[in-house]
């Protein structure tokens, strides 16, 4: 673990600084440092490296920021499997456990070989439009489709495999896996699935009809999504970070990815205990 890739939410003047320590605190016990160079530059250091190239260079990154700045970490290492250290520097995290002051400590025990990581999945989303594939993505919370402000409740046609499912009249589908069903999916009604679990849940989003409500779905399953809509206004999302517009009779094919995450775990915090934590169970 002698190569190491730093990066951080570089809006948070707290996670520059941050980050500068710890690069210190790194070289100091003669680990090579890989800072992603828009940050590096906000350090006051001239020598950054592209994001997108770090992952391949690295045995390790550490995440300096929240949840979002994490999962934007995760497309760039793709299938690479470099495991990833998350710190929260503000409330805590689902994704990035790490408290700032646990930061030390762990890395000590990390660098020493001591420390375990859970796989999480990820998704590909193909987008195909005529039967044409126009783009791709991979990622690790959600796929949501989603009309815009003034839009009408749009239709989408749902096939699970070559089961037809149901055509959901609603303001958007989110097709999440486990690790984002703490996501957007907790916020319309869906259930929280434990991070280990192999499936994936089909989540409407203020559906026009009552019954219609969340679907989990083995993760081995290929969701089929038809927009059957005219001249509205509806996006494609991945993750909330990256997506596209949607047109009429585009299809969205989301399965899978043979991609998965490695999140290193805080030796302090399980995921029970985050959840208590964050959504406040307990509290009066």
Known sequence: ?????????????????????????????????????????????????????????VHMIIVLGGDGTLISVTRKVGDLRVPILGVNLGSLGFLTEIPLEELYPVLEKVLEGDFTVTSRLMLEAVVRREGQEVDRYQVLNDVVINKGALARIIDMEVMVDDDYLTTFKADGLIISTPTGSTAYNLAAGGPIIYPGLNCLVISPICPHMLTNRPVIVSDQSIIRIEVKFQDEDVVFTGDGQVGMPLRGGDVVEIRKSRSSSLLVKSPSKDFFEVLRTKLHWGAR
């Open 1 to 57: 673990m002698n190569r190491i890739g730093v990066f951080a939410k570089r809006s948070n003047p707290d996670a520059v600084v941050v980050a500068r320590e710890l690069t210190a605190w790194l070289q100091e016990r003669g680990i090579e440092v890989f800072v992603e160079q828009r940050l590096a530059k906000n350090m006051g250091d001239a020598e950054g490296y592209p994001g997108g190239s770090i992952p391949a260079m």
